[in-house]
């Protein structure tokens, strides 16, 4: 057991996988960060004491006098003038405390803070962790030690950051554009990227990344922040103009949300601070703590085959029994029914809630079809959107009360529904009981799990999002095994919060690789590929109309969990055999894809996007023409993240086409090159059409009997 010891009235080091965390806590004031960033080695009190001393800013004329600093829950009193680290009041008053802090114990690279100040009578504790990966984890509890309500508006703490993290990138988008990155200078003021919709949203920030200017995938170093809550939310970065560039996060509270009577808490969602140099290292940071997760997923990632693409609304047994047998035939794992299986659920208006097996639809109930599947070796997957009621649905009429709602009229209704109130015990009980029959009598293993519309004039979205994860959770302890993938029309549910409750999330409503590239190459900075779901789609794509080969959205797919939504039943002989070679390639690479270190690279002046997963003895990477070469032929290509001493050999693993052009050499006799030759030499590639992608593999040790010339065939 690691030894707890106190470590008041010192300056504390947390240090993990390159990052250290430094914190002064000689004052009996809320603690300061002397230093949030790369390691600088084991220091012993002396140092760190003089480190503390070296860090505080000198005196400046119009400041408050003395010297200034500011703690991680920046206060009022300390000359503070940007976000208040805590925002509340006693019906006006009691709104800028002076936390003491009573205790600070460290145990390993945990650390807890417990600070009160009676005069505004409240409690609080910081809980800061450094995880193994070098993330820092911070939650804050606010405790009402008065005798009267404490309302909290905002509990907003934060991580300074150097001034040399001048430039700033974060996320942003919209329904099927999902996480696009946006970046511009870090000025004087606050970039807040505030979701108040009721979930993560379409359009959220994601990660906020304050770095050095030019940062990219490879290097540069990057400070950033992410907070992990699926209900309304807020991440910022703010410079004060006064020395102070802070990150910070925290839910957003509606007005008089959190009102807590003497004696209560309220906990805000766990922050994640991550360091790195480059955004490479700052995504393996999150991936690596997330694949530490005792519950994090362990087995190969099936193949899924999803059916809303082929079917929507229109569920007819003998189609669906036709894509179960083709999808088996070509590899398939998993099976999943989408949208329309439930009472009266024939259009997107009608049926949410009524969680019976349609009648009419369904005569037989899903057995027919979920008897097949699992004779076909598959298991069944199946839609719910738990949290939403159709206002004609028989639920509807019959508990009208349980719609959420802040006056006796319904909020707007957006795409034909209305938000189910979870946090009403019986609410939430009918809905558990309902699941919880479906799931029985199928013997269902995975539930896909939708949320599509914003929650307007919803009061309690906090209640409302911890009753959604409860739900999961109490669904997943009476099914073991039972996943969870979120969705929510498309990607708008993807944040770490509720991935503790989920196993993997749906980017996008858009599964156009042209698009996908994108919105898979940013979710990734946060979430490995295992957790992204990823589709190969229709030849031409139902959301956007642009029409591409399977090889490109085939290789697109495989930079996640990869799987099917298409009408295998449109598909000619030659189509079909391709996309069993497809998904034996995935089959063969998933190990490699779901545990390797991802790394990416741009080549602006040809549109070629380069993404791999890379272990010290074999990589997979990815080379896709975003759009028509201002250059041709393009220049070499060079392939990051090796190991530079060991020697290589790379090939072509798809698509296997002549209409490539002429070929380099290496495609036809076998090549080695050392790690540290691709890295910064590198290879030519043959000429990419746009909208075009290949599959390279690059493999280390000894010189292997591998066929010199692509193949797509499986081994
Ligand atoms: C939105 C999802 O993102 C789609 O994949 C599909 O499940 C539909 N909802 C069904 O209504």
């Known amino acids: 057991m690691t030894k707890s010891s106190d470590v008041a009235r010192r300056v504390v080091q947390l240090r993990s996988a390159g990052v250290a965390l430094i914190l ?88 807890t803070v417990d600070a009160a100040d009676p005069s505004t009578a409240l409690g609080l504790r910081l809980a800061i962790e450094l995880t193994g990966s070098g993330l820092v984890r911070l939650r804050t509890s606010v405790r009402n030690d008065g005798d009267d309500d404490y309302r909290v ?28 990155p946006q970046r511009g200078p870090f000025n004087i003021g606050v970039h807040l990227r505030e979701g108040r919709r009721g979930r993560t949203g379409a359009d959220a920030a ?62 805000s969602p766990e ?51 036709t894509l179960a047998e083709r999808g088996a035939e070509i590899g398939v794992e ?64 019959a508990h009208p009360e349980w719609i959420l709602r802040a006056r006796p009229q319904l909020p707007p209704a957006s795409r034909w529904q209305q938000v189910l109130d979870l946090a009403d015990p019986a609410a939430f009980d009918h809905v558990l009981a309902r699941m919880s029959a479906v799931i029985a009598e199928y013997g269902v293993g995975y539930l896909k799990w939708d949320h599509n519309r914003d929650l307007i004039e919803a009061p309690g979205v906090h209640r409302q999002t911890l009753a959604a994860y409860r739900l999961m959770d109490e669904l997943r302890a009476a099914f073991p095994g039972l996943e969870i993938e979120s969705c929510s029309s498309g990607g708008a549910r993807v944040d770490l919060g509720i991935l503790e409750h989920t196993d993997r999330v749906w980017a996008s409503d858009c599964i156009d690789p042209l698009e996908r590239q994108t919105i898979q190459r940013w979710t990734s900075q946060l979430i490995p590929l295992e957790l992204i779901g990823g589709h190969v789609a229709s030849g031409v794509s139902h959301t956007t109309g642009r029409r591409h080969d399977l090889a490109f959205r085939a290789i697109t797919s495989l ?107 290496w495609l036809d006799s076998p090549a080695r090159f050392s790690g540290a030759t691709l890295a910064t030499v590198g290879v030519r590639l043959p000429t990419l059409r746009p909208e075009t992608a290949m599959l390279i593999e690059v493999s280390g040790g000894p010189s292997s009997n591998r066929p010199p010339v692509s193949t797509l065939s499986a081994e």
């Open 153 to 180: 508006d905002a509990v907003s703490p934060v991580l300074p950051v150097p001034d040399r993290a001048a430039e700033l990138l974060d996320l942003a988008g919209r329904w099927s554009r999902e996480r696009q």
């Open 334 to 397: 998993r099976f999943v029914l989408d949208d329309g299986w439930f009472h009266r659920r024939n259009g997107p208006d009608r049926g949410l809630g009524d969680w019976f097996v349609d009648e009419q639809s369904w005569p037989g109930g899903l057995h027919p079809l979920v008897d097949r599947v699992k004779e076909l070796g598959m298991t069944f997957g199946l839609w719910f959107e738990p949290e939403m009621v159709s206002p004609r649905s028989k639920l509807a009429v």
């Open 24 to 111: 002064d806590l000689r004052s009996d004031g809320l603690p300061t960060v002397v230093h949030w960033g790369a390691d600088p080695g084991p220091c012993d009190r002396a140092e760190l004491d003089a480190m503390a001393d070296a860090a505080v800013p000198p005196h400046v004329i119009n400041l408050i006098d003395g010297p200034v600093s500011h703690s991680l829950l920046p206060e009022n009193h300390t000359g503070w003038f940007g976000v208040p680290g805590l925002s509340g009041s006693r019906s006006g008053a009691a709104w800028a405390p002076r936390f003491t802090v009573s205790a600070a114990v460290q145990e390993g690279r945990r650390l």
């Open 559 to 665: 930079f996640a969990h990869f799987g099917l939504e298409l009408d295998l039943t449109g598909l000619d002989d030659a189509e079909t055999t391709e996309l069993a070679e497809w998904i034996a390639i995935y089959k063969r690479y998933r190990a490699l894809l779901h545990s390797g270190t991802l790394v990416r690279d741009d080549h602006p002046g040809t549109g070629r996007w380069l993404t791999g997963v890379v272990t010290p003895e074999l990589a997979l990477y990815s080379v896709a023409a975003m759009r028509r070469s201002d250059e041709e032929p393009a220049g070499r290509m060079t392939f990051p993240g090796l190991d530079p001493a060991r020697h290589y050999e790379i090939r072509l693993v798809g698509p296997n086409r002549d209409d490539l052009g002429p070929r380099p050499g």
């Open 206 to 267: 994601t990660v906020v990344v304050a770095g050095v200017p030019g940062f990219g995938f490879r290097s540069g170093e990057v400070w950033a922040v992410h907070t992990a809550w699926s209900g309304n939310h807020r991440t910022w970065a703010e410079h004060t103009g006064e020395g102070f560039r802070t990150l910070g996060g925290g839910e957003s509270l509606q007005p008089g949300e959190i009102t807590l009577r003497p004696g209560e808490s309220y906990r």
């Open 271 to 321: 922050l994640y601070y991550g360091y790195a140099d480059g955004l490479d290292e700052l995504a393996s940071r999150f991936h690596r703590h997330l694949r530490e997760r005792p519950h994090h997923p362990g087995a190969p990632r099936p193949v899924n085959l999803n059916v809303w693409e082929a079917v929507y609304f229109d569920h007819d047994l003998g189609k669906l029994l």
